[in-house]
T-cell receptor
Framework: GESVGLHLPTLSVQEGDNSIINCAYS??????FIWYKQESGKGPQFIID?????DKRQGQRVTVLLNKTVKHLSLQIAATQPGDSAVYFC????????????FGTGTRLTIIP | DAGVTQSPTHLIKTRGQQVTLRCSPK?????VSWYQQALGQGPQFIFQ???????QRGNFPDRFSGHQFPNYSSELNVNALLLGDSALYLC???????????FGSGTRLTVV
């Protein structure tokens, strides 16, 4: 498949370690945030979401933290596996019936065996 | 349960031509959004269709148009293709209440 991103910020992590991917979002009025994983040749795959009235949400091996003061999101992946290698995007949605998702630039995560 | 299905997977067109891309939403979803993803960038919102009407539009020229059918499937049409239209075109479906956006694998369009 084709490469999703050739010049993205990159993060290399040893297999089994924890990964933290950061994202700065643009609109202080955004009320819903999503993390997506995109593998080469595929569309974005939902990982976890969080609403603006929360500051932390946990899923299976993943945790999302939201800091509205500095407009910052982070995705923590515990005990990373080779299958976690992908490009990760955060997306924000503005309120008031707005369905448009605005995506960040993405981070390429590479797991080192 | 099929997810979002897009066709074709790859397409090569000549500058100035017109193209139609197709999307079938996930079962139970009635809202379809289209995104353009240039190489090395995040997806950018083109427009969204609900109840067969364009509900919201991003910053794209009128060369980009769409349609939604009664079965909720959708088409994206691009006229007068430019080299800069080369990208991965993604379709995302969601239920009427919002959220739960599911993306297809996309159509890779190359304009030569």
């Amino acid at each position: 498949g084709e490469s999703v991103g050739l010049h993205l910020p990159t993060l290399s992590v040893q297999e089994g370690d924890n990964s933290i991917i950061n994202c700065a979002y643009s609109n202080s009025a955004s009320d819903y945030f999503i993390w997506y994983k995109q593998e080469s040749g595929k569309g974005p795959q939902f990982i976890i979401d969080i609403r603006s009235n929360m500051d932390k949400r946990q899923g299976q091996r993943v945790t999302v933290l939201l800091n509205k003061t500095v407009k910052h999101l982070s995705l923590q992946i515990a005990a990373t596996q080779p299958g976690d290698s992908a490009v990760y995007f955060c997306a924000e949605r503005e309120p008031f019936g707005n369905e448009k998702l605005t995506f960040g630039t993405g981070t390429r995560l590479t797991i080192i065996p | 349960d099929a997810g979002v299905t897009q066709s074709p997977t790859h397409l090569i067109k000549t500058r100035g031509q017109q193209v139609t891309l197709r999307c079938s939403p996930k079962s139970g979803h009635d809202t379809v959004s289209w995104y353009q993803q240039a190489l090395g960038q995040g997806p950018q919102f083109i427009f969204q269709y609900y109840e067969e009407e364009e509900r919201q539009r991003g910053n794209f020229p009128d060369r980009f148009s769409g349609h939604q059918f009664p079965n909720y499937s959708s088409e994206l049409n691009v006229n007068a293709l430019l080299l800069g239209d080369s990208a991965l075109y993604l379709c995302a479906s969601s239920p009427a209440g919002g959220g739960g956006y599911t993306f297809g694998s996309g159509t890779r369009l190359t304009v030569v």
